[in-house]
């Protein structure tokens, strides 16, 4: 049962109290309190407080009070849905629609202000479902109270307002059938007799008649338009809206004929008479302005008086000039809801690719700025076909849905392994299923210590790896190639990481290319030969005679009557190029030409690296490879002195002396 009367009124007197005071104190935890002290249910309570707030709210506003006093009852209502919990969610829009159906335009302003700052909180799951209908209704109510033309700032801010709260594909908002406003008709003179173009007017001065207040006078006469203009001209000009408000017209032959010839008129007047930036007078710039703001005009008169002044404008030719272009991209594009009848002739769409192009041009010659206001239109315009393209496919959603996940796969509880398997049998065997797997798997129970044995840890040398493909590099040995070890893909494979881990030429940068792994084998093999020890001898093959264009090859591999020990000892070292690169630094660049290094290579070894003791390190390593066995400290020293590098040429002299 509902409670007695007397405890209603009672209980809505304490909350209206709670509710005065919150508002003042800017603070709802007394609020709250005095609500749940209160007995009844809760959606009784709840019902309670909502007309409370309602009814603080007319106080205020039947007071004239300002605006932040029923914001502040807003935000309080706001704050019992969030946090307290004490009145419903529709509670905010009520009180929101209660305010601006009551309060003036100019407090309307503010109090939108308000809306606008919130759009998340009534984004939220609290709020959207049980306001979003409340808010448009709200919004609507308010465009029909605005002008479109005087306050066309605030109509702009609801319809933001409106595209920030709703989704992109919300169907309200949509046009999906692509229906023109119809009813948004320009309305001139047709009166041909009761125009005032063409008849000549004669101002008396002697008459002492003052200039009225909108009237041109002398000074005025000057900056006013040189078009000839009568009253075929502004009933042609200004007949055009109308095909602007209905595209569908053009594609009636009639109709066409008609916009063609108004639209050829208008547009040869705009192409005969230019603007430019010191047309407007200075008293016409001053009247677009108000307090420092440009003003706007959302629709433009159609008095006789203004026509010569409109077609001087630099905004009104934009305007119109706009027009054309939005016109044509409708004629020419794909829209779903369109009649198939709706065609376009073939002389229709060249006129119209024609007259795209002048437009175009016309705007790019209206000051100021006429450039980038062109190519900003255009891209406008392009961007707009991607919308029109999604209007056709039906506007689906932005936000693509996560797919249906299969029914959750159940686990299954596995078998236990049995003890033989394990090893946890009378033998502690591992049985594999197998005798010899079995025998394998059982040399060592432990796999983690039969990982860590030093015999499995073997890693052959590189004498004994490299013997075979050193003995077949022997031309004396008269091995095919065909046969040889190198030409073997596993055997090629296993050098390259043997090579990797215990020769420092692997790492070494090098100039010359090879075409396949057996060619650069052969090579490695060739240097590994001359480092080995005794009694391992220099490989001489007899390559040179069949390339003696190569010249690596014939510095490596020539005829020396000197014994490889002494050879051995004349060659630079890798640790004397690593010592004397550190010593050369930046002056590796005025050496490299001595060294009969090309400007290719220079290049290179530039963009190897920046850092120039690793820059000098690839020059000498560079030099060493092509030289081969005539890469001596005697060579570079004559290099040196050649490059006028004498200090250094006399400090790797020294340091060849010590090591011998």
């Not at 989704?167 to 059938?177: H, T, Y």
């Not at 079995?438 to 015999?455: F, G, H, I, Q, V």
């Amino acid at each position: 049962m509902s409670p007695p009367l007397f405890s209603l009124t009672e209980a809505r007197s304490k909350l209206t109290n709670a509710t005065r005071e919150a508002v003042i104190g800017k603070n709802i935890k007394h609020l709250v309190n005095v609500f749940s002290q209160l007995p009844g249910s809760e959606n009784e309570k709840k019902l309670t407080l909502d007309q409370v707030f309602r009814a603080v709210l007319e106080e205020e506003i039947i007071n004239q009070a300002s605006c932040d006093n029923c914001l502040a009852i807003i935000s309080l209502a706001i704050c019992g849905v969030t946090e307290g919990g004490i009145c419903t969610a529709t509670t905010p829009f009520v009180l929101l629609g209660d305010v601006l159906d009551c309060l003036p335009l100019d407090h309307c302003d503010r109090i939108f202000t308000f809306v606008e700052k919130n759009v998340s909180t009534w984004k939220s799951n609290t709020f959207y479902s049980a306001g979003k209908n409340y808010l448009l209704r709200m919004c609507n109510d308010l465009l029909r109270r605005l002008s479109k033309s005087q306050n066309t700032v605030f109509c702009g801010r609801i319809q933001l307002f409106l595209a920030r709260l709703f989704p992109i594909s919300e169907k309200s908002g949509l046009n999906l059938q692509s229906q023109f406003n119809l009813e948004n008709v320009t309305v001139y003179n047709v009166n041909e007799q009761e125009s005032t173009l063409g008849q000549k007017q004669v101002e008396d001065k002697d008459d002492g008649m003052e200039i009225e207040e909108g009237e041109m006078g002398d000074d005025d006469a000057s900056t006013s338009s040189s078009i000839p203009i009568d009253y075929n001209l502004y009933r042609k000009f200004w007949s055009l809206q109308d095909f602007f408000r209905n595209p569908v017209q053009c594609y009636d032959k009639s109709f066409w004929k008609t916009f063609l010839k108004f639209s050829e008129e208008v547009l040869t007047i705009f192409k005969s008479y230019k603007l430019d930036d010191t047309q407007a007078s200075r008293k016409k710039t001053e009247e677009l302005k108000v307090e420092g703001e440009h003003v706007y005009f959302a629709k433009f008169l159609t008095s006789e008086k203004l026509m010569d002044l409109q077609l001087s404008d630099s905004n009104f030719r934009r305007h119109i000039l706009l027009q054309y272009l939005i016109l044509f991209q409708y004629l020419k594009g794909q829209v779903k809801f369109k009649s198939s009848n709706y065609v376009l002739l073939d002389e229709q769409s060249i006129w119209i690719e024609d007259t795209t192009k002048i437009v175009y041009q016309l705007l790019s010659e209206i000051p100021p700025d006429g450039d980038k206001f062109s190519k900003m239109v255009e891209h406008i315009l392009n961007t707009e076909e991607n919308w029109n393209s999604w209007k056709n496919e039906g506007c689906p959603s932005f936000v693509k849905e996560r797919p249906v996940d299969a029914k959750p796969i159940k686990m299954t509880r596995k078998r236990p392994a049995p003890e033989d398997f394990l090893g946890k049998g009378p033998n502690k065997k591992v049985l594999m299923g197998n005798e010899e797997l079995t025998r394998l798997w059982n040399l060592c129970p432990d796999n983690m210590e039969a990982c860590k044995l030093e015999s499995r840890e073997f890693m052959p040398t590189l004498e004994q790896f490299f013997e075979e493909a050193i003995e077949q590099a022997d031309p004396e040995n008269m091995v095919e190639k065909e046969y040889k070890v190198v030409n073997n893909s596993n055997y090629g494979w296993r050098a390259l990481r043997l090579l990797a881990r215990r020769s420092p030429h692997f790492f070494l940068p090098t100039n010359q290319q090879f075409k396949s792994l057996p060619e650069y084998l052969e090579n490695m093999v060739i240097k590994l030969a001359k480092e080995l020890p005794p009694p391992s001898e220099e490989i001489k093959t007899g390559e040179d005679e069949e390339d003696e264009d190569d010249e690596d090859n014939e510095s490596l591999l020539k005829e020396n009557n000197e014994s490889p020990e002494m050879l051995q000892q004349k060659v630079v070292t890798g640790a004397m190029i690593e010592s004397f690169a550190n010593k050369l630094g930046e002056h590796w660049k005025t050496l490299a030409p001595y060294l009969e290094m090309k400007d290719v290579d220079i290049k290179e070894i530039e963009s190897d690296s920046e850092d120039v003791k690793m820059r000098a390190k690839l020059l000498l390593v560079a030099w060493q490879d092509r030289e081969g066995v005539q890469a001596t400290p005697e060579n570079l020293i004559t290099a040196l002195n050649n490059a006028q590098l004498t200090e250094l040429a006399e400090t790797l002299t020294n340091d060849t002396e010590n090591c011998t």
